[in-house]
């Protein structure tokens, strides 16, 4: 796959933090200009997360997703602040149902759990 094509703004992004003495002093502000969950988020009580599945869902069956950017960028800023999904979703193995999408939800939006037959 290569390089992230902005990958060296995430590596200046990180080394102006560290260089600032306190790597944490400014994560979440930093982090929140990607636009995506991440360990600097806060946490989201059970009711909200299920408010937040169920809203996504009518945005999917209604065709009226958000317009969402996820790109090199979003992938490196997860991998180097860490994920904090909302919510865990057990679902079926099959492929053609991806959750992101049935939840219009981002990568790192959800944890989920997939089994054969639903037999959980």
Known sequence: LGPCPRQD??????TALVMAGNPKKSLASEVSAFSIRTQADASVPADEALVKLKEGNVRYMQGKQLDRSFNGTSRA???????NPFATVIG?????????LLFD???GDLFVLRNAGNTC
């Not at 703004?9 to 990180?14: E, K, S, T, W, Y």
Request: hydrophobic fraction near 45%.
């Open 77 to 83: 800023a997860l991998a180097q602040y860490g994920q």
């Open 105 to 107: 939800v981002q990568p």
């Open 92 to 100: 079926c193995a099959d492929s053609r149902c991806a959750l992101e």
């Open 9 to 14: 703004l995430v590596l200046d992004m990180h």
